[in-house]
């Protein structure tokens, strides 16, 4: 079995995360509560480490801060892309599960990985 494709965000997005924790130094330094700002760029570098989507042979999962939804490709009706380009898969059963840091732009890298069961359409002619 192949390992699953992760798709994640870019690790340059913890830089400004890096330019947070600086900036909150002197405040968390400044009163004896203070190193409880810590907790604002510890939690914004998890979400940059954590949130995003594997695909593997056997099902999609969206993982996000605190959990992860799985969706196996037999269950899956459909990728809806919604307002401002983000994606939401839709199962047989109706229900919708946000696909975390992917885009309409990368449909075609998520039919590439899904083995044939996600089709893309050729974009209208001009």
Do not use: N, Q
């Amino acid at each position: 079995m192949a390992a699953p494709a992760r798709m994640r965000m870019s690790r340059t997005a913890l830089l400004p995360v890096f330019v947070l924790f600086v900036c909150a130094l002197p405040l968390a330094t400044a009163a004896s509560w203070g190193p409880v700002v810590f907790l604002i760029p510890l939690a914004a570098a998890a979400w940059v480490l954590r949130v995003g989507v594997d695909i593997d042979e056997a099902a999609i999962t969206a993982r996000s801060l605190v959990g992860s939804r799985r969706v196996p490709w037999t269950d899956l009706a459909g990728i809806r892309v919604g307002d401002r380009g983000a994606l939401w898969l839709v199962t047989t059963g109706g229900t919708e599960v946000r696909l975390p840091v992917l885009r309409a732009r990368d449909l075609p890298r998520i039919a590439a990985l899904s083995g044939g069961r996600i089709d893309v359409p050729a974009p209208p002619r001009p």
